[in-house]
């Protein structure tokens, strides 16, 4: 059985740090693209990044670029989102997916990390 | 304001069909797959379309996709109270160099 596991959530303050996981099991992580994805409260999905199968390839949506930095561990099945100078509108659920919306879906979601920016 | 267009909301009786649109331009929708997710409420989002008309196995058949030019359309027939949810399509944006999500349909089942 897929599962993709979120970590890392929390309470951070403006212009702080934040480290999230996504611990993957059930099927051959190094083979899939992965994607984080967000919502805010009340909010529709927002595309955050992505990153290639061998981390050769990072993607950013606009408003996070210079800020959060996608990575993973293929040995250890692991992703991660790096956050820096948090804003009150990074706000949201974040969600681990298996896949890219750039060659194809994303096929597979985890529960999803709640990071809350507030002073 | 969402790159993809959505109506806000969707409603039907029991046993109909429903349809939601999804409009965009040739960077996104025209020119690469969409995607269709549900989200029920307080859960994660799960697949339902990819390769605008393909469903995932376990998806039944009374979910569909389409897409016509810069333009796709998801419909549910059967209609059923357990469907009532957030639906929200998604794709790849060329120009961008970034995946875009409609704004999301929320489905009533009257």
């Known amino acids: 059985e897929v599962q993709l596991l979120e970590s890392g959530r929390g309470l951070v303050q403006p212009g702080g740090s934040l480290r999230l996981s996504c611990t993957a099991s059930?099927?051959?992580?190094?083979?899939?693209?992965m994607s984080w994805v967000r919502q805010a409260p009340g909010k529709g999905l927002e595309w955050v990044a992505n990153?290639?199968?061998?981390?050769?390839?990072?993607y950013y949506v606009d408003s996070v670029k210079g800020r959060f930095t996608i990575s993973r561990d293929n040995a250890k099945n692991s992703l991660f989102l790096q956050m820096n100078s948090l804003r009150a509108e990074d706000t949201a659920v974040y969600y681990c997916?298996?896949?890219?919306?750039?060659?194809?879906?994303?096929?597979?979601w985890g529960r999803g990390a709640l990071v809350t920016v507030s002073s | 304001q969402s790159v993809l267009t959505q109506p806000p909301s969707v409603s039907a009786a029991p046993g109909q069909k429903v349809t939601i649109s999804c409009s965009g331009n040739?960077?996104?929708?025209?020119?690469?797959?969409v995607s269709w997710y549900q989200q029920l409420p307080g859960a994660a989002p799960k697949v339902l379309i990819y390769?605008?008309?393909r469903r995932p196995s376990g998806i039944p058949d009374r979910f569909s996709g389409s897409k016509a030019g810069t333009s796709a359309t998801l419909a549910i027939t059967g209609l059923q109270t357990g469907d009532e949810a957030d639906y929200y399509c998604?794709?790849?944006?060329?120009?961008?160099?970034?995946?875009?999500f409609g704004g999301g349909t929320k489905l009533t089942v009257l």
């Open positions: 997916a298996r896949g890219s919306m750039g060659s194809g879906t994303l096929d597979q």
């Open positions: 059930g099927f051959t992580f190094n083979t899939f693209w």
């Open positions: 990153i290639k199968r061998d981390g050769s390839e990072k």
């Open positions: 040739s960077s996104n929708i025209g020119n690469n797959y």
């Open positions: 390769d605008n008309d």
């Open positions: 998604g794709t790849w944006d060329r120009s961008l160099s970034a995946g875009v």
